[in-house]
């Protein structure tokens, strides 16, 4: 499987979404993204790329991959590779902390304590 539909299953699961779903929701036939992803080496169009890349919410680079490379001389700040990170997460963990802020506090404060003693041991 290509680095691009890796990227996109790895996406799908975290998102919970199925290849019907994305389907559906970006217009393109099913068997269009199954024929796309069972290819080794698979590349979509470009139009098939940007339609996965909207529904995903992600960046086209993102899901490219090793395929796409910033030019060489290109620098990103510490502040734009920190606000990429912060991101990142949020993104990760939402579910999880919207779920914790529904809690009492008690159990808030006792999570994060044994969150903190599992990363400190």
Known sequence: MSPFWKNVN???????????TLSVLTGIP???ITNGRNRPDSIPSAD???KISKVLNK???????????????????????ADNQDHYLLKKYESLIL???K???KVQDSFIRMAKAIVEK
Do not use: F
Request: proline share 7%; hydrophobic share 35%.
């Open 10 to 20: 790895e996406e799908m699961q975290y998102q919970g979404m199925n290849l019907k």
């Open 30 to 32: 099913y068997t269009t």
């Open 48 to 50: 098939v790329a940007l």
């Open 59 to 81: 960046p086209l680079e993102m899901l490219l991959g090793d395929i796409a490379r910033l030019p060489e001389n290109t620098l990103l700040s510490e502040n734009q590779i």
């Open 99 to 101: 779920n914790l802020e």
């Open 103 to 105: 809690c009492p506090s």
